[in-house]
């Protein structure tokens, strides 16, 4: 089955304690993105991946460290959360190359708890 | 700077009425225009897309969107809503072939209530 996976689903922490969460995909999907949404806000854009070893700054990329070192996968770092970064964590992917249209495939979310 | 804007922050609409979602946006350049939708504790689907050609775009679940550029706006609509269409929706939009490419901005969302 074509899918994106987030682990964990549910995380509570506390502040400063470094945390991953991964996102991997199946579909052989050259675009990555992570987004962060909060009531109001709608989904904001954190970090994304055109492909292997190339990663673009989304909107709200402060506080957080991505990596792309295989195609597959996209961890998703947070070296010191606080709790502004208390939010719904969406991992996303899309065949961009064959077909530029930015049609993404989510995940089913993180939520994640910084106390 | 690519913006969208979702003036509704809820949506009621009794099961069997025509039901329409706004959205307007604010891109300089040709952009790609997306629907989403998110159910209760789920990942965001997508729903249909404009791209190029013509205005009125036709999607999953009975869906479609009508794109205006001269008003900037890409409407969501369904003729005949169903309960089961009540869930959280999400406009986005893209600048393809650009430096900003990879970035899809998405508005704020709004909540369907659709009641029986």
């Known amino acids: 089955e074509a899918q994106v996976t987030q682990n964990p689903r549910y995380l509570i922490t506390v502040t400063g304690k470094k945390l991953t969460v991964t996102c991997s995909q199946n579909?052989?999907?050259?675009?990555m993105s992570w987004y962060r949404q909060d009531p109001g806000l709608g989904l904001r854009q954190i970090y994304y991946?055109?492909?292997?070893?190339?990663?673009d700054k989304g909107d709200v990329p402060e506080g957080y460290k991505v990596s792309r070192k295989e195609k597959r996968n996209f961890p998703l770092i947070l070296e010191s959360p606080s709790p502004n970064q208390t939010s719904l964590y969406f991992c996303?992917?899309?065949?961009?190359?064959?077909?530029?249209?930015?049609?993404?495939?989510f995940g089913p979310g993180t939520r994640l708890t910084v106390l | 700077a690519q913006s969208v804007a979702q003036p509704e922050d809820q949506v009621n609409v009794a099961e069997g009425n025509p039901l329409t979602v706004k959205c307007t946006y604010s891109v300089s350049g040709n952009p790609y225009l997306f629907w989403y939708v998110q159910y209760p504790n789920r990942g965001l689907q997508f729903l249909l897309k404009?791209?190029?050609?013509?205005?009125l775009v036709k999607g999953s679940y009975g869906f479609e969107a009508e794109f205006n550029k001269s008003q900037t706006s890409f409407h969501l609509k369904k003729p005949s809503a169903l309960v089961s269409d009540s869930a959280l929706y999400f406009c986005a939009v893209s600048l393809p072939l650009t430096d900003s490419w990879g970035k899809l901005q998405f508005g704020a969302g709004t909540q369907v209530v659709v009641t029986p």
């Open positions: 991946s055109m492909n292997v070893e190339v990663t």
């Open positions: 996303a992917s899309s065949d961009l190359w064959t077909s530029p249209h930015n049609e993404q495939f």
């Open positions: 579909m052989n999907h050259e675009y």
């Open positions: 404009y791209i190029t050609g013509d205005n």
